[in-house]
């Protein structure tokens, strides 16, 4: 099975930086995209960032200019460095593989809280 671990998320004030980091284990192979998604409370599950095997990155309009993720394929990890926080940034970060299964499958983290302090 496929287990994925974030690390990184934290209490920071408006205007700082945060590093976030995601490590899958498990068989992992056929790896299609991986990617950063986000839930804020009363608010929908959102993307983030994601990058393509091929390492074509796509981010939200939201955080473009201020996020930057980036893949290590042999270690099986993504990190998400963000910088520039604001409180519209609080919430629930979730990292995402997207393996090709018969199709492809998604897998998740199990979040990472990141809270930004006006």
């Known amino acids: 099975q496929v287990q994925l671990v974030e690390s990184g998320g934290g209490l920071v004030q408006a205007g700082g930086s945060l590093r976030l980091s995601c490590t899958a284990s498990?068989?992992?192979?056929?790896?299609?995209?991986v990617g950063w998604y986000r839930q804020a409370p009363g608010k929908q599950r959102e993307m983030v960032a994601s990058?393509?095997?091929?390492?074509?990155?796509n981010y939200a309009d939201s955080v473009k200019g201020r996020c930057t993720i980036s893949r290590d394929n042999a270690k099986n990890m993504v990190s998400l460095q963000m910088n520039s926080l604001t409180s519209e940034d609080t919430a629930v970060y979730y990292c995402?593989?997207?393996?090709?299964?018969?199709?492809?499958?998604?897998?998740w983290g199990q979040g990472t809280q990141v809270t930004v302090s006006s």
């Open positions: 995402n593989f997207v393996l090709v299964r018969s199709g492809l499958q998604n897998y």
């Open positions: 498990g068989i992992i192979f056929s790896v299609n995209s």
């Open positions: 990058i393509s095997f091929r390492g074509r990155t």
